[in-house]
């Protein structure tokens, strides 16, 4: 589906501890982007990168940082994991043509503990 | 700040049933709007994209429209089937295209 890949699909963390998440695609696009999902509150912006090394905050960036060092890999790192980060985290990359249609991966179900 | 609101929040309709899905945001300078259909515990699947030069988009039994200027869109689904069951998502791209803003989505159940 469009080359998006994200791992792990699932992960069970302590609380405290660092977890990167991973988004890999294989199709060049410039724009990628992490979600995260939770009931009550949809879908909600992390970060975004418009390309390697190009990144930037979404609408709930605090305890998450990102990397993109390759066009191909965004990493979306949790510093020290908390219980509030429990939740479903969807990469997705935008068409580089128009008419720019965004595609999502399959998720991360992220559970910390 | 752009905000998108999706109503009903659930639908339960029977089978044969055609139904409206509406959506509406705030800001009218958008680039495009975008459709998605998720199932339970999985990924989301676009399912249309409407420009903002566009009123309507459709593909097989659903149209989704566009009216820009009042901030509304609507998917229309026609004949229903109980594997139309799933949640549906508006989301828009605003006007710089850095990134997709959703609404909570319209959870539908198509009985049999």
């Known amino acids: 589906d469009a080359g998006i890949t994200q791992s792990p699909r699932h992960k069970v963390t302590e609380t405290g501890t660092p977890v990167t998440l991973r988004c890999h695609q294989t199709?060049?696009?410039?724009?990628m982007y992490w979600y995260r999902q939770d009931p009550g509150h949809g879908l909600r912006l992390i970060h975004y990168s418009y390309g390697v090394k190009d990144t930037d905050k979404g609408e709930v960036s605090d305890g998450y940082s990102v990397s993109r060092s390759k066009t191909e890999d965004f990493l979306l790192t949790l510093e020290s994991a908390t219980s509030s980060q429990t939740s479903v985290y969807f990469c997705?990359?935008?068409?580089?043509?128009?008419?720019?249609?965004?595609?999502f991966g399959s998720g991360t179900r992220l559970t910390v503990v | 700040k752009q905000e998108v609101t999706q109503i009903p929040a659930a639908l339960s309709v029977p089978e044969g049933e055609n139904l409206v899905l509406n959506c509406s945001f705030t800001d009218s300078a958008i680039y495009n709007l975008q459709w998605f259909r998720q199932d339970p515990g999985k990924g989301l699947t676009s399912l249309l994209l409407?420009?903002?030069?566009?009123r309507e988009q459709t593909s097989g039994r659903l149209n989704a429209s566009l009216d820009k200027s009042s901030g509304r869109s609507t998917l229309y689904i026609a004949a229903s089937q109980p594997g139309d069951s799933a949640t549906y998502l508006c989301a828009v791209d605003n006007q710089a295209g850095t990134a997709l803003i959703f609404g909570k989505g319209t959870t539908l159940s198509v009985s049999s």
């Open positions: 409407i420009q903002s030069s566009q």
């Open positions: 997705a990359i935008r068409g580089n043509e128009g008419p720019y249609g965004y595609t």
């Open positions: 199709e060049n696009h410039r724009y």
